[in-house]
């Protein structure tokens, strides 16, 4: 049975006593590097009160920017050279190109790389081009890509449509008892799968000049034409089932013989056009996926480039672009209500508020003007008033729970009747957003569909968005900070639901994070603020995890490849997010005078940038102020096993959070 501590235990305001410095060289140190993160943190604030600092993923968006251009005869485009000059500089030396550094062989990355270069001219011949080609046909050869990979080939007329599951628009009519249905998948699925059902009715090619194919990169030439996915030998199984649906759909696709086709794609043409309408987002899911699928399906259906819904895409997709000198990177999306909500509830550890900071006031001015009013697709399953917050810049169909709950309770921290009250409009929200398992999902209220995954266009790995325990435990955080205690029949379903999901070792998995170290800090900081006693068992058996895997000099690190090996928990390269979310965990579990914390806080402050750092690029490639950290690898979780992200403030408020709450709370024991 799980043990409830007094209410609101770990909510602790900043700000009382004074670190003993004589007495406490650490705390001196930490005190220091708290104030210079701080400064770091406010010189990066634009003038109107928000943070966005460059999202980074890997080298599909310039590959799939490049393909798109070419399904859309655009291949002139001035900026293709410096884009493929980026992703040039991606190629590994093995041949091959990697979600991460340090990842394993994408075999869907490497051929659409591969086949990026080769438009551009590179021949086959070449030693990179035979490298890749190499490394592809180790790694399954390019029948190992992905449905979403296979798109751009078969739009290039590279593969059959044939080898591209097909995804019926008539699925728009499905009714909604029905198991697959629309609502029942993930937001982002939807806002992907609509333009490409469109595509694979249509089904366009573009015509490449002779002689440009990749039949040299299949280790079975057949999956060019078919579907290279595989009947399961037992025959009663749900792959087996979606499998023989799929050669159904196209061999009625082939005998046109569907009489709601032609409503089905209008119905499509619909949907989209209404999630894409430049007064409520940023472009067709506000990512960049969606994006470049609107643009394809909808010049299937005739749309001239000049038209305003097509400018209109283009401009948004454009908008993710970055340019430096020798080429171009592009981003997946922004990330300012995110970064923004983060920094503000950092700087609210440091002592910050509106009454004393004017950087406060202006992010919190900030944040509530983008505070959702739309009733967007979560609607279709939640009876609740338009609230929250999304992750971009304007985003209003898809507000999600993770962004509202870290809004919510950096605006109540921060003070001020306005905040609080917008605050309290983010909670009401994410309680009408409680899944039934007793967790929260990012952006609706769902269940666990397992079955949904056996799609054949579902390996993306992210087909749905069930419940997780890192989004529960920032959920529990905010609504501590709100008030709700042990006792709310909410908090008590996801104390349960986070307890059920903890690993044998004692970890949490992190599915917007990397990972368990990221899922540990999430669900133990939301247990310890709604009140658990952080001396059971079960909870210093978390401890006890993150113990056995700190680095010998007090660092964390954790790569993506944990993802795809548990064996790898907690296990990589040493990176100051990760050591400030161990950090941050220890202490909660541990108390402010645990000595592995201490080991933690002194490696963050001896690796944090000086004024001498700051403008040596060799020592810090991102061109950090003074006072931030250096971390080039990728601590974010797109999709897991698919695609990662590296957030470049992480380095920074991350850090600066840790550093504030230990700080304080040894100023507390001081006092005490």
Known sequence: MTTIASPGRAAVRPGRGAPDADADPLVAAASESLDRAVAALLSLQKPDGHWCAELQGDSILNSEYTLMKWILRQEDDPRLPKILAYLRRLQREDGAWGQFPGSGVDVSATVKAYVCLLLDGDSPEALHMQRAAAAIRAHGGAEACNSFSNFYLAALGLIDW????????????????????LDKVSAWTRTMILPLAICTALRPVRALPAGINIDHLFLDGRFKRTLSKKFDAFPFTWNNLFL????VLKVIQKADASPLRRRALKAAERWILDRADAKHTEGLGAIFPPMVYLQVAFDALGYARSHPVMRQAERN?????IEEEDHIRIQPCFSPVWDTGIALYALTESGRTISNSPEVARACDWLRGKENR????????????PAGWYFEYRNEWYPDVDDTAMVAMALHRA??????AAGKRGVNWILAMLN??????????????????????????AMQDPSCPDITGRVLECLAWHGLRADHHAVQRAVKFIRSRQEPEGCWFGRWGVNYIYGTWQAVGGLRHIGVDMTQPWIRRAGAWLKSVQNANGSFGESANSYEDPSLKGVGPSTASQTAWAAMTLQTIFGPDDP?????????????????????????????????????????????????LRYHLYRLYFPLMALARFVRARAEAHVQ
């Open 244 to 247: 023989a649906v799929d050669r």
């Open 415 to 420: 003070g001020g009747e306005a905040n609080r």
């Open 436 to 461: 039934d398992d007793g967790g929260w999902a990012a952006f609706d209220k769902t269940r666990d569909r397992p079955i949904l995954e056996k799609v054949p266009f579902a390996d993306h790995n």
């Open 374 to 385: 739309l009733a967007g697709d979560w609607s279709r399953t939640v009876d609740a008033q």
């Open 317 to 321: 997709l454009d908008d993710f672009i």
């Open 162 to 181: 044939d080898a591209v599951p097909a995804i019926p628009p008539e699925m728009i009519y499905l009714p909604r008892w029905f198991y697959f249905h």
């Open 596 to 644: 592995d914390l201490a080991r933690a806080i002194q490696w963050l402050c001896e690796t944090q940038l000086s004024d001498d750092d700051a403008p040596n690029r060799s020592v810090n490639p991102d061109g950090d102020p003074p006072g931030s950290w250096v971390e080039t690898e990728f601590t974010g979780t797109g999709f897991p096993r698919v695609f990662y």
